[in-house]
């Protein structure tokens, strides 16, 4: 198992940026692919952008696409995500989650929920127009 702690969230005027971390610890994190998902109220949880555990394959929800980037850093074990052009819809707690380690290569990051087993609390995002 990781334990998962996220930061960097706030109150953003719409066309803002902020840039979250995901605090890792625990086993093998640099094995893990790792994802950000959100969670508007209202809505269910939903799969925003995920990373492999060496950083060459990415995956991005069409909401986001062009205006979020996500990275790691596997000697800091810890996960980013810039976010630019932020908008109102934005508007979610986001949360990190971690699959379990692989020693294969992961060409498609999952999207899917049931894919990742370890979750941080999230970090409350708000966008205002």
């Known amino acids: 198992q990781v334990q998962l702690v996220e930061s960097g969230g706030g109150l953003v005027q719409a066309g803002g940026s902020l840039r979250l971390s995901c605090a890792a610890s625990?086993?093998?994190?640099?094995?893990?692919?790792m994802g950000w998902f959100r969670r508007a109220p209202g809505k269910e949880r939903e799969f925003v952008a995920g990373?492999?555990?060496?950083?060459?394959?990415?995956a991005y929800a069409d909401s986001v696409k062009g205006r979020f980037t996500i990275s790691r850093d596997n000697a800091k074990n810890t996960l980013y995500l810039q976010m630019d052009s932020l908008k109102p819809e934005d508007t979610a707690v986001y949360l990190c989650?971690?699959?379990?380690?692989?020693?294969?290569?992961?060409?498609?990051?999952?999207?899917?929920?049931?894919?990742?087993?370890?979750w941080g609390p999230g970090t409350q995002v708000t966008v205002s127009s």
């Open positions: 625990g086993r093998l994190f640099s094995r893990r692919d």
């Open positions: 990373i492999n555990w060496s950083g060459g394959s990415t």
């Open positions: 989650a971690a699959r379990a380690p692989s020693f294969g290569t992961t060409v498609v990051v999952p999207t899917t929920i049931t894919r990742y087993e370890s």
